[in-house]
C-alpha cells in the first residue's frame, strides 16, 4: 500500500494518486464504478425476485435447492469459461445472434456488441444474480408468514406489504448483500479481460497490465490503483454503516 | 405455485441454462470448425486425460478444506459479534471487502513473505499455503452470507433459553445456533466451495497445480475440448454441492424453525 | 337472523380431511369459539373464513353475501394471530394505523383512531415502542387494536392467548370480552383451552376430527355433553360404562351394582351406555356400616388441592371415581379414609354408546 506513496525513485510523492485523476486512470474507476454499481444494483433486484420466487410457499422446495446449489456453482463461474460460454451465445455468431437473427431481428445492426461496457455487464450478471440469491436466500426464511398475512388480512396487496414490511425488514441484508455484490464486481478481472481482451477499461485489468509487463513505465502506479481501489471500497463502506443503522434501528 | 413466481423462475432459468447450451453445442463439435453436430470425442479426451482426475481431486479437497476451516473460524466470531458487540459489526464488514481490493500478486507476495520461516509442509504444499489464501479469499462471501442468517433468527433468545438449559457456549453453537443458520452455512459454503474450485491467479502464481490450473492450460493449447471441459467442471461443481446438501441435510436439523406456524 | 354463516364446508389436504362438513351461524355480535384439541381443523375452518385458503366445498356468507371467492384483503375481517404477527420494523401506533394507512386515511384521522384503539386496550403511551420492547400480552393487545382499527365486520382470533403466561390469560380473556361486548363484533374465536371457552363466549362449538362434535350454550355443553368426545372434553367427568337393565324403573348396571338413573329411563333393556356425573354432583360421607343405594364404596387415593375446593379421588373394587367437595368438609376424608359416594339420581347424564364402538376416546388418561 504505501508503494502507491512513492515515485519511480522511491521517494515519498502525491504524484501517483495525482496522475489517476487523469485519463486513462479515471477512465478505468469511472467504468469499474458503473459496471460495479449497475451490475450490484440490477443482481440485487432480481436476485431478491428470483431467491423469493423460489421460496415463498408454494414452490416446491426442491426448486430452491436446485437453485441455490446452481447459484453456488454459477456464482463463481468467471474468467475465461464465462467469457467463452457468452461469446458462445451472444457473440457474433452465438447460437441466440443466429437464431435471432433467422428471426429477422439482427442484434449488431441495432448496436448490440458483445464485447462492450453493456456486454461485460450482461456477463457479470451470471455470477452477480447468484451471489445475491445465496445471499439473501436466508433473510427472506426470516420473513415470517404471519407478517404476510396480516398485512393481507388488513387489506394491504402484495406490493404494499413489500413496500411497508418486506423491504424495510430486509433492508439491512439487501445493502449488506448489494455491497457485497459490488465489491465483486469491482475486483473482478478475468471475465472482463477475456472477454474483451483489455478493450473495456476498467481498474483491475489496468493493474494486471502493469504486472505482467505491459506497461512498465512506474511500478508505483500499479499500487496507486490498487490503492484507489481501496478508498471506493472504503467510500462505499462509510455510505453502508448509516445506511445499515439507520434500517436496522428496529432491532435490538 | 403463484405465477409470478412462475415468471422470475422462468427466466431466470433461461438466463442461465442458454450460455451452458450454447457451450454445449459447441463442445459436440469435432475438432475443426464448421463441422455438424454431434460428437463425444471431446468428453472422452477430458475424461481419458490423467490430470483432469488428478487436479479436481486436488481442489476438491482443498476446497474442503476451506470450507472447514472457514466456517469455524468465522461463525464462531460472527456469533459473538452479532451477540455481544453489536457494534462491531460494520468494522468487520469493512474488512470484509478488503480481499476484493487486494490484486491476488499483492496477496500472493504478501502471504510469501509473511510465512516465510514456516515449515516446508505448510509452504510446499497446497494444504497449508493455499488454503490459507483461499480462507482470506471467501471471507467476504462467508461474511455477508452468515451475517445475513444471523439477522433473521432470534440470537438472544436462542442463546439465552439454551443457557437457561444448562448449555455450554460450545453445545449452545453447535447444537441450537448452527441448525438455525444451516440456511446461510450452506449458502456460505457452496460459495466458498466454487471460489476455490474456480481460483486461477493465486494458484498460478504460487505454482500449484489445481483444477483451474489445468483448465486454463487446456483453454490455451486446444480449443474445443474447451468449451467440454467448461461444461464438465461447471457439472462436477455443481454435483459436489449437491453432495454437500444432501450431507448438512442428513445431520442436521430441518432449516431455520419458524416457531408458531404450523 | 344470522351475520356470519358457515355452509358445509370441506378441506382436505392430501388423504387428511382437515374439515368435513362444517356447518357454523353466528348472529350479528355473536362470540362464538371453536373449541378442540390440536388437529381438529378449528384454525383451518379460521383460515377458510379469513381467506388465507379455500374451501374444496361449501360456502362462506357474511351478511347473505357469499364471499368465498374472495381475496384476503378485500374480506374486512380483522385477525389476531397466536403470536408473532406484529411488524417488527414499526412501532405499536405505526402497527395499529398500518390498516387504516392502506385505506389512504390522513395521518390526523389514523393517529386519532391508534390512540383510541391503545386506550381501549390499555396501552396508552406504549405506542412508540417497537415490538421486541414489548412482552407477550402487550404485544396481543397491540394485535387486537390493530385488527380492530379498520372497523371489521368479523373479528377473527387464533388462539390469541395460548402463548401467554395464565395470569395474563385469564385477564387478557376478560378484556377480550368486555371490548368485544362493548364493540358489539361478531367474533370467531379459536382456542384449546376449555375453560378459556367457556367462560368467555355466547356459544361453543366443539371440534374433533374435520366435524363439529356438538355446538350450544357454555352451560348446555358443561351439563348435557351429547358425545363421549365432548364429555371428556369439557371440565372433569366421571365415566361409567353401564347397561340398561330396567328401561321403565331408570335402573342400569355396572361392574355388578344396580344404580338407579332417572336418565336412564325411557330407554331399551340391554343399551349400553355412558354415565356421566360431575365431580360436584358426587357426595361423598364417611363410611358407615349399612349400604345405602346407588353408592359406591372405596378409599380415599388422592387429595388435590384447588384452591377453594379440593379434587378427592376414591378408588373402589372396580371403579375409581373422582369428586370436588369444599376444602373444608375434605379435610375430614384423608387419604386412606373409608368413605362411601353417593350418586344422586337426578344428577347423573347419559350418553348411548355405539355398540360396537371404539369405546371412549383417551385424551389424557393423567388428567381426567
Not at chain 3, 357454555?218 to 372434553?233: C, Q
Request: with cysteine; glycine share 8%; proline share 5%.
Amino acid at each position: 500500500m504505501l508503494g502507491a506513496f512513492q515515485d519511480k525513485n522511491d521517494h515519498a510523492t502525491f504524484s501517483n494518486i495525482r496522475l489517476l485523476f487523469d485519463h486513462p486512470y479515471i477512465d478505468a474507476y469511472k467504468t469499474s464504478i458503473e459496471i460495479s454499481f449497475v451490475t450490484a444494483l440490477l443482481g440485487g433486484l432480481f436476485g431478491l425476485l428470483v431467491a423469493y420466487a423460489a421460496i415463498r410457499e408454494g414452490t416446491p422446495r426442491v426448486v430452491r435447492s436446485i437453485l441455490t446449489t446452481f447459484s453456488g456453482v454459477a456464482a463463481n463461474f468467471g474468467g475465461i469459461p464465462l467469457a467463452f460460454a457468452f461469446i458462445a451465445t451472444i457473440g457474433p455468431l452465438g447460437v441466440l445472434t443466429v437464431w435471432l437473427r433467422n428471426a429477422g431481428w439482427d442484434p449488431s445492426a441495432h448496436g448490440f456488441q458483445l464485447f462492450s461496457k453493456t456486454g461485460v455487464e450482461i456477463a457479470y450478471m451470471y455470477f452477480q444474480l447468484p451471489l445475491m440469491i445465496l445471499v439473501i436466500a436466508p433473510a427472506i426464511d426470516g420473513l415470517r408468514r404471519e407478517w404476510r398475512e396480516a398485512a393481507a388480512n388488513l387489506g394491504a396487496k402484495q406490493w404494499q406489504f413489500w413496500r411497508y414490511v418486506g423491504i424495510p425488514v430486509l433492508m439491512p441484508s439487501l445493502l449488506g448483500a448489494i455491497i457485497l455484490l459490488f465489491g465483486n464486481a469491482f475486483a473482478a478481472y478475468a471475465t472482463a479481460y477475456s472477454l474483451t481482451a483489455g478493450s473495456v477499461n476498467i481498474v483491475p485489468i489496468l493493474i494486471g497490465a502493469y504486472y505482467t509487463g505491459n506497461v512498465l513505465d512506474n511500478p508505483h502506479i500499479a499500487q496507486a490503483l490498487a490503492f484507489g481501489m481501496f478508498v471506493v471500497l472504503a467510500v462505499m463502506m462509510l455510505l453502508y454503516i448509516p445506511l445499515q443503522r439507520r434500517s436496522a434501528r428496529w432491532t435490538r | 405455485m403463484a405465477p409470478s413466481a412462475y415468471l422470475w423462475l422462468a427466466l431466470a432459468a433461461v438466463y442461465f441454462l442458454l450460455p451452458l447450451y450454447a457451450t454445449l453445442d459447441f463442445s459436440l463439435k469435432e475438432n475443426k470448425a464448421g463441422t455438424p453436430c454431434c460428437t463425444l470425442s471431446n468428453y472422452g479426451w477430458v475424461i481419458h486425460n490423467g490430470d483432469f482426475w488428478h487436479t479436481i481431486k486436488i481442489s476438491f479437497l482443498l476446497a474442503l478444506e476451506t470450507v472447514v476451516i472457514s466456517l469455524l473460524l468465522f461463525v464462531p466470531t460472527i456469533y459473538w459479534v452479532h451477540l455481544k458487540v453489536p457494534r462491531l459489526r460494520p468494522v468487520i464488514a469493512f474488512m470484509a471487502l478488503i480481499p476484493f481490493v487486494v490484486p491476488p500478486i499483492v496477496m500472493v507476495v504478501g502471504l510469501l513473505r509473511t510465512f516465510k520461516g514456516t515449515p516446508h509442509w505448510y509452504y510446499a504444499e497446497p494444504w497449508g499455503f493455499l488454503a490459507t489464501a483461499y480462507v482470506i479469499l471467501a471471507f467476504p462471501y462467508m461474511f455477508f452470507s452468515l451475517d445475513a442468517g444471523f439477522r433473521a433468527i432470534d440470537v438472544h433468545t436462542l442463546t439465552e433459553a439454551s443457557q437457561s438449559l444448562g448449555a455450554r457456549w460450545t453445545t449452545t453453537l453447535f447444537r441450537v445456533i448452527l441448525p438455525n443458520i444451516r440456511a446461510a452455512a450452506l449458502a456460505a459454503s457452496f460459495l466458498t466451495l466454487a471460489i476455490v474450485m474456480g481460483e486461477f491467479t493465486i494458484a498460478n502464481l504460487s505454482a500449484f497445480h489445481t483444477f483451474p490450473i489445468f483448465i486454463q492450460y487446456v483453454n490455451e493449447s486446444q480449443g474445443f475440448p474447451a468449451g467440454a471441459l467448461t461444461l464438465l467442471s461447471f457439472l462436477i461443481t455443481w454435483a459436489a454441492m449437491l453432495s454437500l446438501l444432501l450431507v448438512g441435510r442428513k445431520r442436521g436439523a430441518r432449516g431455520a424453525v419458524i416457531a408458531g406456524a404450523r | 337472523m344470522s351475520y356470519l354463516e358457515l355452509e358445509n364446508l370441506h378441506r382436505d389436504f392430501g388423504t387428511v380431511k382437515a374439515l368435513n362438513g362444517i356447518n357454523i351461524t353466528l348472529g350479528e355480535g355473536e362470540f362464538l369459539s371453536l373449541l378442540g384439541p390440536s388437529g381438529c381443523g378449528k384454525t383451518t375452518a379460521l383460515r377458510l373464513v379469513a381467506g388465507f385458503d379455500r374451501p374444496d366445498e361449501g360456502r362462506i356468507l357474511v351478511d347473505g353475501r357469499d364471499i368465498s371467492s374472495v381475496a384476503p384483503n378485500r374480506r374486512d375481517m380483522g385477525m389476531v394471530f397466536q403470536a408473532y404477527s406484529l411488524f417488527p420494523n414499526m412501532t405499536a401506533q405505526q402497527n395499529v394505523e398500518f390498516g387504516l394507512r392502506i385505506r389512504g386515511r390522513h395521518k390526523h384521522e389514523r393517529s386519532q383512531r391508534a390512540g383510541e384503539l391503545l386506550e381501549l386496550v390499555g396501552l396508552t403511551g406504549a405506542g412508540d415502542r417497537y415490538p421486541h420492547q414489548l412482552s407477550g400480552g402487550m404485544q396481543q393487545r397491540v394485535a387486537l387494536a390493530r385488527a380492530l382499527a379498520i372497523e371489521p365486520r368479523v373479528l377473527l382470533l387464533d388462539e390469541p392467548l395460548s402463548a401467554l403466561d395464565a395470569k395474563v390469560r385469564v385477564q387478557l380473556r376478560e378484556e377480550i370480552r368486555r371490548i368485544q361486548l362493548e364493540l358489539g363484533i361478531t367474533t370467531l374465536y379459536v382456542t384449546h383451552d376449555q375453560e378459556e371457552a367457556l367462560a368467555i363466549s355466547d356459544h361453543v362449538a366443539v371440534m374433533y376430527g374435520g366435524v363439529i362434535e356438538q355446538m350450544g350454550t357454555p352451560a348446555e355443553m358443561y351439563t348435557s355433553p351429547a358425545t363421549p368426545f365432548v364429555a371428556e372434553f369439557i371440565g372433569t367427568m366421571n365415566r361409567l360404562e353401564a347397561t340398561i337393565v330396567d328401561g321403565g324403573a331408570g335402573e342400569v348396571e355396572h361392574a355388578g351394582m344396580r344404580l338407579h338413573v332417572d336418565a336412564a329411563r325411557g330407554r331399551r333393556t340391554g343399551e349400553r351406555v355412558l354415565l356421566l356425573i360431575r365431580p360436584e354432583s358426587l357426595e361423598l360421607e364417611a363410611r358407615t356400616n349399612g349400604a345405602a343405594p346407588n353408592t359406591f364404596v372405596g378409599e380415599v387415593l388422592t387429595q388435590t388441592f384447588l384452591g377453594p375446593v379440593t379434587r378427592v379421588k376414591v378408588s373402589g373394587e372396580h371403579t375409581s371415581l373422582i369428586a370436588d367437595m369444599s376444602t373444608a368438609r375434605a379435610a375430614a376424608l384423608p387419604v386412606g379414609a373409608q368413605v362411601v359416594a353417593r350418586i344422586p339420581s337426578e344428577g347423573a347424564k347419559l350418553i348411548s354408546l355405539p355398540d360396537d364402538g371404539p369405546g371412549l376416546p383417551v385424551l389424557d388418561p393423567d388428567n381426567p
